[in-house]
T-cell receptor, first 112, second 114 residues
Framework: GEDVEQSLFLSVREGDSSVINCTYTDSSSTYLYWYKQEPGAGLQLLTY?????DMKQDQRLTVLLNKKDKHLSLRIADTQTGDSAIYFC????????????FGTGTRLQVFP | EAQVTQNPRYLITVTGKKLTVTCSQN?????MSWYRQDPGLGLRQIYYSMNVEVTDKGDVPEGYKVSRKEKRNFPLILESPSPNQTSLYFC?????????????FGPGTRLTVT
């Protein structure tokens, strides 16, 4: 199957950590991505991880990959109101040059 | 400034009236795609193009057409729009950098078909 699943909503207090989870079904995925969609805008690439890695850290962002369980997570440390957006995970597969399979998106709401 | 532009940003039309949504990128990318975004379904690929005159169906191509006569432009055509094509549409272009495909998205076109 090609489903990439995410929970639809997450609400956190400003300053706390946010963890957005994603599960995918295709074990042949090569790269996994996190995109951010701010209100009224298109998607922007936040970060990505290669499938042979377990973890990648980029400033406030930490990506964890559990390939055995096909589980991907994005942790945002010290969440700010500007982090409020929809977050999409996506996977690409070896040999397919352009196709990304996107998850359903998680709407993150940060409250003061 | 590197960007993907789409026009129009908003469109309300009636069933059966042909329309075209334009997409243009200034990054010399070979790959371009169209997606639709619907609540609870994420983004689904409609069509993609790997180069000029090379296009192929994505996951939900029914009711849509595309063309790629020039590298920078990738219009989406709805010959006879129907209400189930009411959606938010995104054009994207991409390039490969050391195996990573970063997609650059346009701002979106919100289409309503009545």
């Amino acid at each position: 199957g090609e489903d990439v699943e995410q929970s639809l909503f997450l609400s956190v207090r400003e300053g706390d950590s946010s963890v957005i989870n994603c599960t995918y079904t295709d074990s042949s995925s090569t790269y996994l991505y996190w995109y951010k969609q701010e209100p009224g805008a298109g998607l922007q690439l936040l970060t990505y991880i290669f499938s042979n890695m377990d973890m990648k850290q980029d400033q406030r962002l930490t990506v964890l990959l559990n390939k055995k369980d096909k589980h991907l997570s994005l942790r945002i440390a010290d969440t700010q109101t500007g982090d409020s957006a929809i977050y999409f995970c996506a996977e690409s597969r070896f040999g397919n040059t352009d196709k990304l399979i996107f998850g359903t998106g998680t709407r993150l709401q940060v409250f003061p | 400034e590197a960007q993907v532009t789409q026009n129009p940003r908003y469109l309300i039309t009636v069933t059966g009236k042909k329309l075209t949504v334009t997409c243009s990128q200034n990054m010399n990318h070979e790959y371009m795609s169209w997606y639709r975004q619907d609540p609870g379904l994420g983004l689904r690929q409609i069509y993609y193009s790997m180069n000029v005159e090379v296009t192929d169906k994505g996951d939900v191509p029914e009711g849509y057409k595309v063309s790629r006569k020039e590298k920078r432009n990738f219009p989406l055509i709805l010959e006879s729009p129907s209400p189930n094509q009411t959606s938010l549409y995104f054009c994207a272009s991409s390039h490969r950098d050391r195996g990573v495909y970063e997609q650059y998205f346009g701002p979106g076109t919100r289409l309503t078909v009545t």
